[in-house]
């Protein structure tokens, strides 16, 4: 079955340490997403990617990092630099998304979030 | 700058009940539009959505119709089930450089009961 797996599901982590959160697609899309989920609120794009060894800051980029070594594969990083870490973080990935002036829009597949907790 | 607000929740139906969840939409040149659903610890899936001025999205029983007079993007059902207990979220398409990005509203929790 094709679809995106995130890991852990739930994760713990100290005040001042990183942690990187794992998203995995076998869809063979080019384009990935990580998102943030507070309690009433909606989804913020925290980076993105269109292709591999390419990314870019969304809009709550400040004290997250992301690679895109392989297609596959688009971790998150939490560092300590994030003042507010305790939320669901959800990724996405989408085949290649259009550019300005085509009217195409390719639907964003999402995983099943990792909820961390600063402790 | 382009937002997307909904009707705040929750919202508490009786089965067999008549949905509306209201959404409108500030927005430069002309988005398109989406629906998505969230059950119980899991991720988003698009529900219905529509691309230009009076397309109507239908899905499951949904339905949303895009009105650009009123900028809006209501989502109804006629009779709810207890299965359609999840957070729905609004959102919209917002062309950013040479990507094109979902901007989403704060979500409405809608509770079924039997």
């Known amino acids: 079955d094709g679809g995106i797996t995130q890991s852990p599901k739930y994760l713990f982590r100290k005040e001042g340490q990183n942690v990187t959160l794992s998203c995995e697609q076998n869809?063979?899309?080019?384009?990935m997403y990580w998102y943030r989920q507070d309690p009433g609120q909606g989804l913020r794009l925290i980076y993105y990617s269109q292709i591999v060894n390419d990314f870019q800051k969304g809009d709550i980029a400040e004290g997250y990092s992301v690679s895109r070594e392989k297609k596959e594969s688009f971790p998150l990083t939490v560092t300590s630099a994030q003042k507010n870490p305790t939320a669901f973080y959800l990724c996405?990935?989408?085949?290649?998304?259009?550019?300005?002036?085509?009217?195409?829009?390719?639907?964003?597949?999402f995983g099943p979030g990792t909820r961390l907790t600063v402790l | 700058g382009n937002s997307v607000t909904q009707m705040e929740g929750p919202v508490t139906l009786s089965e067999e009940a008549f949905l509306t969840i209201n959404c409108t939409y500030t927005?430069?040149?002309?988005?398109?539009l989406f629906w998505y659903v969230q059950y119980p610890g899991e991720g988003l899936q698009l529900l219905l959505k529509a691309t230009k001025a009076d397309d109507k999205g239908s899905n499951k029983g949904f339905e949303a119709t895009y009105r650009k007079e009123t900028t809006s993007f209501h989502l109804e059902k006629g009779s709810v089930q207890v299965s359609d207990s999840a957070v729905y979220f609004c959102?919209?398409?917002?062309?950013?450089?040479?990507?094109?990005?979902?901007?989403f509203g704060s979500g409405t929790q809608l509770t079924v009961l039997p």
């Open positions: 959102a919209l398409i917002r062309p950013s450089g040479s990507a094109r990005q979902l901007t």
């Open positions: 869809l063979n899309h080019d384009a």
């Open positions: 927005a430069t040149g002309y988005p398109s």
């Open positions: 996405a990935s989408s085949k290649a998304s259009g550019g300005l002036g085509l009217d195409l829009y390719n639907e964003q597949f």
